[in-house]
């Protein structure tokens, strides 16, 4: 077993690598010959072959995970402490990565120097885009309720008259607050509940056996996912007008992903946080193919309580509610995105509006897991908020459109950003909640 394990971390790893390289030529390739249909085949393929499959595992796996680590705490009242610390190091780490977007994108400027013909071009293009995209269009009406609204559909879906009917939705907060409940009853119940408490442990091990089947293809699924996001909108896009914008974006992930949070790990304990990055590279390579934290949260999982030696304890608790609460990549991307379109409209943020932004950033960051459409309802939010503290509306809703086209990429690098999150909250709790 220990050798067949290794040839798959090595192949998964490998060979992400490779796919990353060439989805990128392919991509080109296709975007510069109009082969919008292979495009469209990729996408599909890349969807059925690897997202899907694990989206598949998700639901039940949240469940099992969350309500076999809460039954071997033995004292709930140690939930309790576990619980505020990791609430406490989401929020702070969240803080921190939407001050330093907010910081970066102030100065650079990627807003400020473009030429009047380029920003007149991304207005118009980014209306364009608004006007005729389903998806945003629902966001800005669910955005526009505000972030009250928001945090009010959180509340909800965390207590769901019916558990069952939320996990056939596919909410995962209220499965998350079932198995909770569950989980601390079970723990209470001593002799007369020890044989649900093994069942359920038996059921996430089987769970997690059938994550290692597929990430045997997560290189094929990575190269035509991102053959396909290369594939709509080209590797010019990176050179053009928007590219100044997506270097702030993916060099503010970079400090987050490299320098931040390896100081909290650090900082708190959590040993040596470049070689757990490394062991963890096979949850990193499948976070960056799906652009999903919920898609890549049965390897988060499986490789933390492996190779990444965290507790299961630790990992049963904060991987599953990070996946759909912890969103430092999100936050720190949000916060560049509205900035920068203030920029392209002519207006000059001051530091209380900046704090506006970096709050209203921060906490619908965390909203963003219970809204359809996440990201573009809390652009909506952040965007609504800075507009009601100027006094008027200075940037429309409609120009998230701008962004939108080059969305996809810097998805997957925050995704990325979002799961090291996730995966450092488990190694820093381990130390509260060891086995």
Known sequence: MA?????????????????????????????????????????????????RPLMMLVLPLIFTSVLAGITSL???????????????????????????????????GPGLGLSPEDVSALKQSGVERFGAAPKLAQAAAAGGEGLAYAWLKIARDMLPANPFSAMSEGQPLGMI?????????????????ESAARVFGALNDALLRAVGWVMWIVPVGAFLLVSASVGRVGLAQ???????????????????????????????????PFRFMWSMREALATAFA????SATLPVTIRVCETEGG???????????LGSTLNMDGTALYEAVAVVFLFQLYGVQLSLGELAVVVATATLAAVGAAGIPSAGLVTMVIVITAVNASLGSEKVPVGAMGIVIGVDRLLDMCRTTVNVWGDMGAARVMTRLAPD
């Not at 406490?88 to 100065?107: D, I, N, Q």
């Not at 607050?177 to 509940?193: E, H, K, M, N």
């Not at 060099?251 to 390896?262: C, D, T």
């Open 310 to 320: 965290c507790s299961q304890r630790a990992t049963r608790f904060c991987a599953p």
């Open 74 to 108: 033995g004292d709930p009242s140690r939930l309790g402490r576990l619980g505020l610390a990791t609430f406490a190091y989401f929020l702070a780490t969240m803080l921190v990565a939407a001050t330093l977007g907010a910081t970066l994108v102030s100065l650079a």
């Open 238 to 272: 990176l050179l053009g007008p928007l590219g100044m914008y997506m270097a702030v974006v993916i060099g503010g992930l970079a400090i987050h992903m490299f320098v931040i949070l390896p100081a909290f790990q650090l900082v708190l304990g959590g040993g040596n």
């Open 3 to 51: 050798g067949t394990l290794g040839r798959k971390e090595r192949w998964v790893a490998t060979g992400s690598i490779v796919a990353l390289v060439a989805g990128l030529l392919v991509g080109e390739v296709l975007h510069r010959n109009g082969l919008d249909g292979v495009v469209s085949a990729f996408s599909v393929a890349g969807d059925l072959m690897l997202v």
């Open 177 to 193: 607050t079932f198995a909770l409940v569950l989980g601390v009853a079970i723990a209470l119940g001593g002799a007369a509940t």
């Open 290 to 293: 799906t652009a999903s934290s």
